[in-house]
Structure formats: C-alpha cells, structure tokens
C-alpha cells in the first residue's frame, strides 16, 4: 500500500471570545482604524437586522431571515472583495449587501416583496439573493469564467450555508470551477443550523472546507465570530484567485442566534443552554473587548454610532414605506426584454383593474 | 447553395454565431474535441479555440448554470445537454434562474442564453434518449420553447435564438437530424422566434404539430390530398410564447384541428393549444379537436417505439374522424 494523497484543513482564529488576542494579528488589519470600521459595519447590520424583524412584527415586512450573530461573516467578506468584484449572496447576507453598498431601503423593499429591492443601484453586477439554497453557486462559477475569458483581474464571492453544501449544484459548481481555475471563492457561513437540522446531520465530513479538496482546490476554516479571520483569509483566497490560481472556500464558523426566520421557531429543536453558549461567542462583543482595552473604542463612541445607525434605519424605513406602489403592468415588463404580443391583452387585464382582488 | 441536413444547418448556424459574434461561447459535454455525440458542434474547437469552446465535466446543473453567469456577464452562451432525458437537472437553473433573473432584478441583470438539447424519440435509443418532455418547459414564463422541423428552419431559428436577449430552450428533434436535406444559403439570416408557420395550405383541416411531427404531419397530408382532402399543415416552431393567432387564423379557414405530439398527451402541450382554440375559436369549429400523441405510458424501448409513436396512418385517420359527418 502507498500513499497518494494527504490533506489538512487550517483553522485561522485572532481573537477568542472574550476579545483576547490569541496570535499577532495580519498587518493590513492590525490598525485600530480599519477595526473600528468593521465594528460599525457591524452594529449597523445588526441594527438593520432588528428594525428588519420589527418591521416584520408589525406586518410591514415580509418573511425575514436575520443575519443576527454572522455580521462578522458579511462584514469580513465584505472588506475582502473589492468593488468590482461580484457578490452572488445566499438570502442571509444582508451584512455583507450592506457592506457592498446595497441601500438599506433597496433591503427592506426586497424583503417587503418588491422585485425593486433587487435593482440595486449599486454594485449594479452583483446577484440578487438566491431563495434556492445553493442555485446560485452554477453562476458563481458562470462569472468568474466571464472574468477569466475577458482577463479581467476580478473574482466572484458565492456565499451559502452549511446546509447548502450538501447540494448537487454545489458541488457541481466547484467541482467545475476546480477543473478550469476560475477566480471563485467559495464561502460558507456555517451557522450550525439548516432550519432543524444540525450540522452533524448534514454531513459526516469532519469539516466543510474538506469538500473543496474533493474538488482540487484548496477549503480552510476561520473562526467565522472573529472578523478579523474572515476578512485576511477571505482576503488571502481572493488575491489566490485574483492572480489566477483559481478558486478557493473558506468555511466560516458562527451560529445564527435567531430564529430560521420569521415563520420559524427555532425553540422546537434546540435548547436554550446551546443559544445561551453561542451568545457568549458572538461576534460583536469579542471586538468590541478588544478594542475597548486598546481604547480605540468606548461606550460614548457606541452609544454615538448606535444613534446614527438608528437615524439611517429610520431614515431607510421612511423611505421604503413612503415609495410608491408599482404600477400593476410592471408585473409584465420584465419577463422578456420585450412582451410578447401574445401576452399583451394579459398585461392588458392586469392594467384596467380586471385582476385585482386587493 | 450547397444542401444540408438539419445537424449541419445546426453546426453552420453555430459557426456563423460565433463568427459574427465573440461573445458567443459554446459548452457542453463532449461538445469541444468530438464535436459533440452527434457532431453537432463538429470543428467548432478547431475553429475557435478553447477560450469559445468548452468541454465541461458531466453535470448538467452546472452546465446551465455556468451559462446563466456567463449570461450575466454579458457573454451569449450557447449550452448544450447531451439528449433532453438528462435535461431534469439542468431544469431547475432554467425554472428558478434562467427565467427569472430579468424579472427578479428588474432588468438589472439578463439571461442572453441558449440550451440546446436533442430530443425525441424515432431513432431506436436506450432509454432517456427518446423523450419529449417539450410542454414541461413551455410551462415557465420567462422561457422560450423553439423547436425547428426543419434544416433551413433549424439555422434561422438557432442564430435567432442565439441572438435574443432572453433564454431560449432549443430542442433539435434528432429523428431528422439526418434524414433529409434543403438548400441553406448559409447568409446569417434569421427565421423569426414566436411565430408559427402555415406549410401547407389547405381548407379542410388543419395538423398542427412541431419537430420531427412536421415530416409525418406533411406526408398525411399529401396522401389526404389523394383522398381529396386538403389539409393545411401548421408547424408551430416556437412553443413558448405561442403564436396563438397563426393557429386560430387557421381553423377560421378549416374548422377542423389535429394536433400531433410525441410527447404523451395527458397534459401534453397540444392540451393547451386544444385550450386556446376553445377559448378563442370555438364557434369556427365543426368538430371535436382531435390529439395525436404518445400514449400516457412511459416511451417504451426500441421494439415497441412503432406502437407509440404518432404516425401517418393515426393523422390520417384523426383528420378523417373530424371530417367524418356526425
Ligand atoms: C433548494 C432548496 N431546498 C430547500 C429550501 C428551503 N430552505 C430554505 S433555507 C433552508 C435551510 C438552509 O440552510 P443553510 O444552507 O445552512 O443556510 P442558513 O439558513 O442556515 O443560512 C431550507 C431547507 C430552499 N430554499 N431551497
Ligand atoms: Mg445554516
């Protein structure tokens, strides 16, 4: 017997639970300055996430899935990726929309059932947010084939969660992009949970990032609550396929502290004692000790930033229930770039009222 | 001119599309050095090199995916699946994606992709490589169904698919990729999508049908005609959106309707033609519309593809049956 093949899978951690640093930190991220930065990138997703859930309680929102306790995943990514880069988000990155410059009203139309809300303004080329676990990660790999063919020095971002990884399309994307090189990186957000289903029945893989190496190409874990990881090894694997070594997955272990969303009610599979634990290792409070004992940071600057977040919010809210309705033909134009005359006289009904039963 | 039989017209509408355009791409499995199972793409690799060309592994999702990215990005993807039974897997992309990602972004983003997929049975096939599984997909809004049934009409209609800006499904009916020949000019021009074509006119009844069916729906009306009975034969082309007015033009001139599909006939497209006639033709009609199609069974192996398969002799007595006095 021989052996033809040995793997490792790395696990990148800077900063424990309590805030305390457990190794030197990158240089390009050992700045108090960019530090902040990502805090406030992440209490503002937090803050967005729960006027989102509010909004939701009030029936001025649709169903919501709340990003509470993965901001660092969003806002890690976020810092990696450069604008020209391109997003393909799972329905749970609202921090990392955010982080790329989606507006917070274009977020609360989307998930208050309105196709406008994925218009955005800008990154104009980035993917809406993919319902179908894991359908997104083909296009991923579509992308970044357009990036390679044109030469552009530019790398797609496909965002899904642990459950995804179990999917075919999944892996039939990494599978390809494997094959051709293509300047992808896959990033899981592993929050432990797939509505009811724990991690350990999702896969007997001791790891997720293992799954790229059956895809020939290499899968690292971070501590996905410490933003400092995400962002410098999500930052490594993009300049590995900015520089056309092709694609990479970074698995990004965190836990979703809320519910699946807002129909759900994560108390029927899972105790209290194991919300309460992931508490403790949230994302925000680590970074906050951390850069409140550097004095970098203190309750007067959050209590001062925790009201500008509100005052955007708000501001963002206002302008979403303010927008006017869509006129009810719109629900026709955008199926081809131009209807077909076939479906004129429908488009036709819907416009002198003829199917309204609101 | 030189003559062609439809898998040629394919491979020279391809060349052509390429040619005039370097945002068009082929992929596929086996498509690049074999030029395809059934050389379809022949010499497409040779021609334009493995940044045009791509030979993907075997994975039908990722193959329709991997075009709705490219797609995306401005790119004009010409994807190919081997035969239309391995197609179910790429079916999700094109229901939940290729459809919708104009709709779903307000235009923002596009899906300028063609899915190119030999189907149909006729050609004594293991199983999967026979089906029609056609009306499935003319069901999605946002996607069209194109179909051509003939050499010329498979070159226009694929650079024509190829150049729209919208997701286009385009289903080569394998049974006459070699069968017979036209004269092709090979000049770039397109055939116009969502509109059905009258090939034959008549006033005694009209065969609608699409594909392969053509061939059978042409032949019975010959020997109709020996009968003399005119029928006027209707290849409907695009499926999806359905050129509707052609059809109900045509029994206006008949009153009387065959619809011929491979395809099993319970909730087979002809259904819906059936449908639309009712709704909008029902008072030119003089007799029941008639549906030759496959039978509600699964499509059998080789030995027994006679016995489901539409044939002359069934249209022909359909037509009869509707001309038939009550
Ligand atoms: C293909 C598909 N199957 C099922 C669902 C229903 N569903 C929505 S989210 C979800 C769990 C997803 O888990 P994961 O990938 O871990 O992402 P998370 O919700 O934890 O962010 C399921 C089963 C879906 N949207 N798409
Ligand atoms: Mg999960």
Redesign the interface.
Known sequence: MSLVAEFTVDHTAYLDAEGKQVQPLPAALDDQGVLVELLKQMLLARCFDTKAIELQRTGQLGTYASCLGQEAVGVGVGHAMRTED?LLPAFREHALQLARGVHMTELFLYWGGD??G???AVP??D??VSI?VG?????????????K?RGEPRV?VCMFGDGATSK??VY??M??AG??QLPVVFVVSNNQWAISTPRAEQSAAATLAQKAIAAGFRGEQVDGNDVIAVAHVVGEAMAHARNGKGPRLVECLTYRLGDHTTVDDAARYRSDEEVSRAWHEEPLRRLRSFLTGSGAWGQETEDDWLQRCSDEVNQAVDDYLNLPARAPETLF?????TL????VAQQQVVMTGGADDG | MAEHNLLEAVNLALKRAMAEDPRVLVLGEDVGVDGGVFRATDGLLQAYGGNRVFDTPLAETVIAGVAIGLAAQAFRPVAEIQFMGFIYPAIDQLVNHASRLRNRTRGRLSCPMVLRAPYGGGIHAPEHHSESTEAMLAHVPGLRVVIPSSPRRAYGLLLAAIRDPDPVVFLEPKRIYRTFKETLADDGEAWPLDQAEILRPGSDVTLIGWGAMIRECLTAAEQLAADGIEAEVVDVATLAPLDTETILESVQRTGRVVIVHEAAGNAGYGAEIAARIADQGLYDLEAPVRRVTGYDTVMPLPRLEHLYMPNVTRIIDAAQDCLAPA
Do not use: K, M
């Open positions: 391109v196709e406008r994925s218009d955005f104009r080329q993917f809406p179908t359908g997104h990660a083909p296009h991923a790999a579509g992308v970044a084939l357009a990036f063919l797609a075919g399309d039939e994307a599978n390809l094959v051709w134009d955008c199926l081809f770039e077909p005359e076939g479906l």
